[in-house]
């Protein structure tokens, strides 16, 4: 099947910084991205949708200018998670939709110190 | 949003055991997934059925869709204690919309 890859799979940051997670198609083209988040315990609440060449849609509740995404290119999304607070500890994954399927990136744990 | 409840929210069984889970749903459906969650790990899609199917089976895992009741059910046959994990469905409206995932089932199976 197809392959999202994503990285980094952990990061632990200051409070202030910003974290940049990319997920990558690597044998197909994604022109759309999800991107979820997953606190402890919790399901995945999808974040926002990204398209390539276009801006991103976010779901109610999430701040466009705290979670940047960028789908510069068919291969590659990005979410930036800027001045990163520790309640942005969570876990983020990325999901491409290939017909009927959708495959997941490995996620990425970050932690706000 | 979250569209499906799952329940029971926590199971626990010996090995051995069938463990039964259970989705429901709100909206109309292309189709419904389930998938398992390792703690603090990616997940991985265990099973797809579609709107138009009312069981499906793959190995130990057997799926039912009951799309008058907007519900579906999953029973792993016959269990190890390798699978214990949390369950979830997800559905998808249609081809391009993302999946939404109901709240998870944390299955845990005693050697």
Redesign the interface.
Known sequence: GAVVSQHPSRVICKSGTSVKIECRSLDFQAT?M?W?RQFP??????MA?SNEGSKATY?QGVEKDKFLINHASLTLSTLTVTSAHPEDSS?Y?C?A?V????F????T?LTVV | SQQGEEDPQALSIQEGENATMNCSYKTSINNLQWYRQNSGRGLVHLILIRSNEREKHSGRLRVTLDTSKKSSSLLITASRAADTASYFCATRFSGNTPLVFGKGTRLSVIA
């Open positions: 759309t999800f979820y315990k919790q399901s995945l609440m999808l949708t779901e876990f994954i999901s939709p017909d009927t399927e959708a997941f990136g490995q996620g744990r």
